[in-house]
């Protein structure tokens, strides 16, 4: 029988046009970084198993409380 293990992680914005890391709750998502995050991962053998986000209810919106994405590797 296989052996693996799990690594869930929140993944973070990056603004479009300053480059820089913000607060999640006032930032945009750039799809390339998202990318390279997940990119990342993968060149040390892990697996995307799911990805989901989370809502802030105090906001009242539909505002992300952030993206965490769940890995598998075979161990």
Not at 40 to 64: H, Q
């Given at each position: 029988m296989e052996?693996?293990e799990?690594?869930t992680v929140q993944?973070?914005?990056?603004?479009?046009?300053?480059?820089?890391r913000?607060?999640?709750?006032i930032s945009?998502?750039?799809?390339g970084y998202f990318?390279?995050?997940l990119?990342e991962?993968?060149?040390?053998g892990?697996?995307l198993a799911s990805?989901?986000?989370?809502?802030?209810?105090?906001?009242r919106?539909?505002?992300?409380?952030g993206i965490?994405?769940?890995?598998?590797?075979k161990?």
């Amino acid at each position: 029988m296989e052996k693996g293990e799990y690594l869930t992680v929140q993944l973070e914005p990056l603004t479009v046009q300053t480059g820089k890391r913000l607060n999640p709750t006032i930032s945009s998502w750039d799809a390339g970084y998202f990318t390279e995050q997940l990119n990342e991962y993968g060149k040390n053998g892990w697996e995307l198993a799911s990805c989901f986000t989370t809502i802030k209810p105090e906001l009242r919106t539909a505002s992300t409380g952030g993206i965490f994405a769940m890995f598998k590797r075979k161990i």
